[in-house]
């Protein structure tokens, strides 16, 4: 009964996704197109004017086609229906692309901030008009890219994941713009270094907060608005519930949070009723629709081995007891 109940939530969640990956899909595809045709661009005039900082957001537009390139590919097989040994489908696989992105991200960094340092200690010839005016073709184009990502549903970190690189890659031009006028102004080579450190100083906080959001779900987290305790003891103060043990709540995917745990329901009360009710509280005030309750009545006393007061029909309980009358123990 209860597989039948989550069945149907599952199904109507999905049939929401398609339609909304299709156009997000869309509008991945237009900021791609953009930001192709602007890096090509972009790397010539680098290497023509002699700017790392054009170089380095250059990389960091690589590093955009690829978290677009990955977003879109992972669209795809987050569609796919499950099968096989893939009960949850392979929805995950956005996870890994933001893991992925992160991590390019953070390398990347390391190695632009090496070769800027570099050009800290030794300045080069820098060309400062061509890097003044290839930044600001930069900002429009990336401010193009961005609104077009804003269309996209930024819940999925997959696609939070490329936002993020370019709104990283617009805070980077305008740093960029920057140092071209103070080369042009007043010929300070450096402050193509400096600018290029501003970028790698973008990209690792964009890049640590991606490893920090993906790794909290592949490490089975509670999403961070949705804790645990609290909602044990909602759940513990509903009619007819003596006890809520074993409680998990994790997310499939960003956006896709799902609850399990076990409870016991007062002696001679309805424990089909007590579930539903448990379930559409969760859906209604925590927003989790993947739900699995193991709902029992509480034990028979006399039968219960072991006098201290935890479930005996447990061996091995995670996490507090909940119960109505008192704290988590």
Known sequence: MSGGHGHGHGHGHGHGHGVRADADARWLVGALTVIVAFMLGEVVVGLVAGSLALLSDAAHMLTDVASIVLALITMRLAARPPRGGFTYGLKRAEILSAQANGLTLVLLAAWLAYEAVRR???????????????????VAVNLAATW???RANRASLNVEGAYQHILTDLYAFVATAVAG?????SGFGRADAIASLVVVALMLKSGYGLLRESGRIFLEAAPADLPPEEIGRALATRRHVAEVHDLHIWEITSGLPAASAHVLVERGQDCHAVREDLERFVETAYGITHTTLQVDHVPDPLLQIGGDGKAGHCDDPHGPVHRADDEPS
């Open 181 to 185: 006028l103070v080369i042009v102004v």
């Open 148 to 150: 077009m990502l804003s």
């Open 120 to 138: 800290l200690i030794e300045p080069p010839e820098v060309t400062g008009a061509l890097v003044l005016g290839t930044a600001l073709v930069g």
